[in-house]
């Protein structure tokens, strides 16, 4: 009697433990399930990570190579004003405003028209003709400083349009550098956290592995001792389809026993 108290607690520590490494099974597959699907996650998170990585290098690339064509066009900028004032105070310093060629060619026209149509003296005439010359000289030295002066005007106007459009380049590019900058970084906060979940996941596989060896060694254990006391009892009716020793092979091996691998293993102590 005492032995079948024993056996029959035996097969009740039998079915408590295959019931708890089946629900224990259970609770593995899913948390593998769950780590198959951070690591999908954290792939994919790595993967955009990269790729923003890349396009903002190509973006930081072509900022500096951008603010170098900025630093030398307004360096020519700076050159073309400095040429201008140069040119400037080389004019003749004149009392009150320096007159226009429109003005003198007027006077050159009128005193032109005097020794033709006047019929003035001899050294009126001579007095107009210095007059003439010396005016002539003046516009021309007028006209050519105007000319210089408008050609710097329109070349300092060029550069510094080209040095503008080229700053609101910089500008926009670095504006995109930026944002990329903020969504690589709410990636970064992605990757660390998916990390994280990854290895608490680990650390939880970790103990239920431990909990499922510690589990299968005392089903073996009441297995083993099972096996032993059931030698004793009278050889049942009915023959195993598989060898005890093939069910105590999956134990072995850390396969999960079934209600039938058990039951066959009775059967097969009490042939």
């Known amino acids: ?139 021309k030295e007028v006209e050519t400083e105007g000319e210089n002066l408008g050609e710097l005007k329109v070349a300092i106007n060029k550069k510094k349009s080209d040095a503008d459009s080229v700053h609101a380049e910089v500008q926009k590019t670095a504006g995109e550098s930026s944002a990329i900058f903020k969504e690589l970084s709410e990636k970064s906060e992605s990757i660390s956290k998916a990390k994280q979940d990854k290895v608490a996941l680990q650390e939880l596989l970790k103990k239920l592995k431990a909990e499922i060896d510690s589990i299968t060694q005392r089903l073996s254990e009441s297995l083993n001792e099972w096996s032993q006391m059931s030698k004793t009892t009278a050889p049942g009716q009915m023959q195993p389809v598989e060898k005890p020793e093939d069910v105590m092979g999956k134990l072995k091996s850390r396969k999960k026993l079934t209600k039938d691998d058990i039951l066959l293993l009775q059967r097969g102590n009490r042939r």
Request: aromatic share 6%; net charge positive; charged share 40%.
């Open 1 to 139: 009697m005492e032995s079948n108290a024993k056996l029959e607690q035996l097969k009740k520590e039998i079915h408590d433990f295959s019931a708890q490494l089946k629900q224990l099974a259970e609770q593995k597959e899913n948390k593998y399930k769950e780590k198959e699907n951070i690591d999908k996650t954290l792939n994919s998170h790595i993967k955009i990570a990269k790729e923003l990585r890349d396009k903002k290098a190509v973006l930081d690339k072509n900022i500096r190579e951008l603010k170098e064509t900025r630093t030398v066009l307004n360096n020519e900028l700076k050159g073309l004003f400095t040429k201008f004032n140069e040119t400037k105070q080389k004019q003749p310093k004149t009392k009150g405003p320096r007159e226009s060629p429109g003005i003198i060619k007027k006077q050159i026209e009128a005193m032109q028209y005097s020794i033709e149509t006047e019929g003035v003296s001899f050294e009126r005439e001579q007095n107009y003709m210095e007059r003439i010359n010396r005016l002539k000289a003046q516009l």
